[in-house]
């Protein structure tokens, strides 16, 4: 597509329950990463995909976060067991080559309630 | 480790007068060097990028932003200020030899007054 699309553009969830977090890359872009930004936190690294691996994980809050990638396109972030603190809004950039800067979706706000 | 660092928070500027916008980073090499910006309920927009040669980069909107390797230094100006530069603009570096993360500054939030 012309940019990174990401759904849904808003979530409201119950403490507890799992959420997927979805983002379509630039076609062609072969690496994609997820961040969170939350209120006096600024933009949290989550985790980057090269093709459909994940050389860079470490952002990952904890073991109830996780992503994948398939056909080195779509991606998928799935929060399990979601807590107040999940909240945020959670952007998906991906990026042609390394220097040239990353696109970035609209992002997914996330509320657990 | 690398940092970036935005030491101002809020910035008020009037229509029509300068914008400066600073950011020092730390880093072990030549990083790749970023602006963005982020209109209120919109995802990040590029405005420049610096990777090498000319240290002075022009980017969309009518910004440019100097790279001083001596200072440590990628500050965004703005000679001329419209009501909608009002935005967060955050800066960000990355590094030359690999794929990885870029940090991003905590930000710095431009209000226009008439």
Redesign the interface.
């Known amino acids: 597509g012309a940019g990174?699309s990401q759904s849904p553009s808003n979530k409201v969830t119950e403490k507890g329950k799992d959420v997927e977090l979805r983002c379509d890359p630039i076609s062609g872009h072969t690496?994609l990463?997820w961040?969170r930004q939350s209120l006096g936190q600024?933009?949290e690294?989550l985790i980057?995909f090269?093709g459909n691996s994940a050389?860079?994980k470490s952002?990952l809050p904890s073991d109830r976060f996780s992503a994948e990638r398939t056909g080195g396109s779509v991606s998928t972030l799935t929060i399990q067991r979601t807590q107040q603190e999940d909240s945020a809004v959670y952007?998906c950039?991906s990026?042609l080559d390394?220097?040239?800067?990353?696109?970035?979706?609209?992002?997914t706000r996330l509320t657990v309630v | 480790a690398q940092s970036v660092t935005q030491p101002d928070i809020h910035i008020t500027v009037s229509e029509g007068a300068s914008l400066e916008l600073r950011c020092n980073y730390s880093y072990g090499a030549t990083p790749?060097l970023?602006w963005?910006v982020q209109s209120p309920g919109?995802?990040?927009?590029?405005l420049l990028?610096y990777?090498s040669g000319d240290t002075l980069v022009q980017g969309i909107k009518g910004f440019e932003a100097e790279f001083k390797r001596s200072q440590s230094s990628f500050n965004l100006r703005k000679p001329s200020v419209h009501w909608s530069d009002a935005a967060e603009y955050?800066c960000a570096v990355?590094a030359?030899d690999?794929?990885?993360?870029?940090?991003?500054?905590?930000?710095t939030q431009v209000v226009v007054t008439p």
């Not at chain 2, 919109?42 to 590029?46: A, E, F, H, V, W």
């Not at chain 2, 690999?98 to 930000?107: D, I, M, P, V, Y």
């Open positions: 990174v690496a990463y961040y600024g933009l690294f980057y090269q050389p860079d952002g952007l950039a990026s390394r220097g040239q800067g990353y696109t970035f979706g609209s992002g | 790749y970023f963005y919109q995802g990040l927009q590029l990028k990777f955050f990355g030359t690999s794929w990885g993360k870029l940090q991003f500054g905590a930000g």
